[in-house]
């Protein structure tokens, strides 16, 4: 909206991507393990505070970036997310239409079953449930991360299926791709792809 604001010729859609060189498992020492991983900031958003601490009673969490935990970058972030069994993603912006931050991207892209904050139209970018975890309420979230904390069988499967999804979909190739055609005036046919203006 913004853009079309500014008098933009064309506003599209387009996801994250995730880049196979980059995002793929990594084996790391035992102190990059996690059963449920998020490591991203509180950035002023209540309620990522009000989950956080409401997982960190319920489920077997690590933290790093907020509240008090050192941030990990580099190598080590890809030792951290390539090594949990579940990557925790908490929308800033849970009413933008498929608003996903990078990292889910990164999380399917190294092996890890995402588990995020549901958003609007998300069933154009992932299927719920096959693919990825979704949930609404602090409630629903942990009742789902235990369930799959204890039944490794269907999360392996789930997160099997996110990286499969994540590396057919958003490669750089296929999201730049799908930029030049929109520039071009050709949008390509693609579950997620809209041209908001003109």
Known sequence: QWYVEAGAERVAYFPNMTEPSLDYPQEAEEKWHSNVLFTGGLHGVPERKELIEHLKERVDLTLYHCLGNPTVT?????????????????????????????????????????????????????????????????????????????????????????????????????????????IDGTPPDRPWSEVVCP
């Open 74 to 182: 580099g190598r080590d972030y890809y030792a951290a997310i390539s090594n949990t069994r579940i990557g925790l993603n908490i929308s800033a912006f849970p009413d933008f239409d498929k608003c996903l931050s990078d990292r889910p991207y990164h999380y399917l892209g190294c092996g890890a079953m995402l588990c995020t904050r549901e958003v609007p139209e998300m069933t154009r970018l992932f299927t719920p449930d096959k693919e990825i975890i979704t949930f609404m309420s602090k409630e629903e979230a942990a009742e789902k991360i235990s369930y799959y904390l204890e039944h490794e069988p269907q999360r392996a499967a789930i997160a099997a299926a996110g990286q499969q999804a994540v590396r057919a979909r958003f490669t750089p190739e296929r999201v730049v791709g799908d930029m030049l055609a929109t």
